[in-house]
């Protein structure tokens, strides 16, 4: 085979590792539901403090990369920073100017303004009506997720779009973004909350389920025995503190007492594999006279597979 076609032959393994390693919300019909029952709890939360109780439905949960900055002489929208302990990068919620119009008559009972957004910069007490309808956000969070994570999560600062970029740090972040439609007195206004994608991707399985499946029945006394049998399975664990590759003429020059250094500093996470397949990183400690680790983070494997071959 010449090199040009096994060239071209990894580019296309390339491009399905890539296409595999994707998600796409539309095939995740549990992702749009819980899309819902979130729109349904923010609505719930609002409603004691609401003049006039808007409607919340979602409008559709999309793939995609950060907003961009405003274009100069445009108004952009707020940003809220969001974060989780299930989170490796923060999110964010997109609270645009005719948002605050929205929530200005929903807290106030006022109608929108003619032009339908806010036309002017908004004040403290403009952001202080839209933390409020973050917090009902925030706090509406963990019911609407709680199947595949306790999400925790948590509203940072309220900042501008222009700034967004510099917070998130890597532009090619990829973000899981519910669109959600506040409808009140007339008017239709939207509100984005993003996600990193990375969030998702180890509950695609589920999330691929219909959320009207029927309950599959099993027998609880067979499964508690196969659970029981299967948990004293002998298996074999091991921490691994670096793999090193040398030269032939290196390994043919070990002798007694030689030194072998290593890529690797006390704080660097080591690999945790059990029956050759890592499940962990974990940093190395002590206690007394015993090494002992602590572990950080839990690896995808089927990602790492992926990551490993995009990165070659």
């Keep these: 085979m010449s090199n040009v076609a096994s060239t071209r032959e990894s580019q296309v393994i390339t491009q399905r590792l890539r296409s595999a390693a994707e998600m796409d919300p539309s095939r995740l019909p549990r992702l749009l539901h819980m899309g819902e029952v979130w729109a349904e709890r923010i609505g719930g939360r609002l409603a004691p403090v609401a003049a ?12 995609d990369l950060a907003p961009e900055p405003p274009e100069e002489g ?25 948002t605050i119009e929205a929530l200005i008559s929903t807290f106030f ?12 910069e908004p004040t403290e007490l403009d952001r202080a009506v839209v933390v409020l309808a973050i917090d009902a956000l925030v706090q509406s969070a963990n019911d609407a997720f709680a199947a595949i994570a306790t999400l925790d999560l948590a509203r940072g600062d309220l900042i501008e779009q222009s700034e967004l ?26 509100l984005v909350v993003g996600f990193p994608e ?17 309950p599959v029945d099993r027998d609880e006394a067979w499964a508690q025995a196969i659970r029981a049998s299967f948990s004293q399975s002998d298996l074999r664990l091991q921490a691994l503190l670096a793999k090193k590759k040398v030269p032939l003429s290196t390994v043919a020059a070990f002798r007694v007492g030689a030194t072998i250094p290593l890529d690797v500093d006390i704080a660097s996470l080591i690999a945790v594999e059990c029956e050759d397949r890592q499940l962990f990183r974990a940093t190395v400690g002590r206690s007394r006279d015993s090494f002992v680790i602590s572990v950080e983070e839990r690896v995808d494997p ?4 992926i990551d490993d071959i995009l990165s070659d």
Excluded at 52 to 63: F, H, N, T, Y
Excluded at 179 to 190: K, S
Excluded at 302 to 305: G, I, L, P, S
């Design 198 to 214: 990375e969030f998702f991707v180890p509950h695609r399985r589920f999330l691929a389920e219909s959320p009207d499946a029927p």
């Design 74 to 98: 445009s108004d952009g929208a707020l940003i809220a920073m969001l974060s989780s302990p299930r989170f490796q990068k923060p999110g964010f919620a997109v609270v645009a100017r005719s």
């Design 302 to 305: 089927a990602q790492e597979f």
């Design 109 to 120: 009972g006022a109608e929108p303004s003619p032009d339908k957004q806010l036309t002017r």
């Design 165 to 190: 970029a510099a917070r998130l740090e890597d532009a090619a972040t990829r973000f899981v973004q519910f669109r959600f439609e506040i409808t009140v007195r007339g008017l239709t206004a939207p």
């Design 52 to 63: 006039d109780r808007p409607a919340l439905s979602v409008a559709g949960v999309e793939l």
